[in-house]
């Protein structure tokens, strides 16, 4: 089974107006970090945002926040008031054990979102 | 200023000769990973390593080698490059978090796009 799930592979949004984009995730272990990763065309990978599991307030960051939803294992991306440069492919990540940098970082398969003017 | 660098960036070559992608960080990170992206695939891990001279394989290993001899730098060797090993390869590197999740953000190089002929 998939350990993240980004069911759309490509969205749309109007310049100035908020979007969303979507994670799921799957895991048994009770620690888990969940990450959004940002890539524009130029390839670089940019981190976005992050959430633990036991963290009691959703993550923000600037105009990103994730709508962390734990019973329902989600970690939805919002970014408000979409810029032109936001158009980039959006990758959700999850990290599963306790507080270590040694477990890997899986990656869903991405969204590409596209902002329109 | 802190980053993770690869080199090459661009790599064309033919099937059966040996290359190696260089990765060097300069952030004192424990951990470093080689990731591949493909199209509709997302980011998957290749190896990974906890610390200097400690690597273990990740989601694809296979026709790749690595090694950790110093903390900055983790190369990525393909002895027998084959066509389905053209991709998009990223380095990262974070710290091996003691305390919170929060401190194990991943920073990934530029990337280096290989194409195998």
């Known amino acids: 089974a998939q350990k993240i799930t980004q069911t759309q592979p490509g969205m749309f949004v109007q310049e100035k107006e908020a979007v969303t984009l979507d994670c799921t995730y799957d895991t048994s272990d009770p620690s888990y970090g969940l990450f959004w990763y940002k890539q524009p065309s130029s390839g670089e990978m940019i981190f976005l945002i992050y959430q633990g599991s036991y963290d009691q307030q959703n993550a923000t960051e600037g105009r990103y926040s994730l709508n962390f939803q734990k019973a329902r294992k989600s970690a939805n991306l919002v970014i408000s008031a979409s810029q032109l440069g936001d158009s980039a492919m959006y990758f959700c990540?999850?990290?599963?054990?306790?507080?270590?940098?040694?477990?890997?970082?899986?990656f869903g398969k991405g969204t590409r979102l596209s902002v329109i003017a | 200023e802190a980053q993770v660098t690869q080199n090459p960036r661009y790599l064309i070559t033919v099937t059966g000769k040996k290359l190696t992608v260089t990765c060097s960080q300069n952030?004192?990170?424990?951990?470093m990973s080689w990731y591949r992206q493909d199209p509709g695939l997302g980011l998957r891990q290749i190896y990974y390593s906890m610390n200097v001279e400690v690597t273990d394989k990740g989601d694809v290993p296979e026709g790749y080698k690595v090694s950790r001899k110093e903390k900055r730098n983790f190369p990525l060797i393909l002895e027998s490059p084959s066509p389905n090993q053209t991709s998009l390869y990223f380095c990262a590197s974070c710290r091996a978090g003691l305390l919170t999740w929060s401190y194990n953000e991943q920073f990934f190089g530029p990337g280096t796009r290989l194409t195998v002929l």
């Open positions: 952030m004192n990170h424990e951990y």
């Open positions: 990540a999850m990290r599963e054990g306790p507080n270590s940098g040694n477990t890997p970082l899986v």
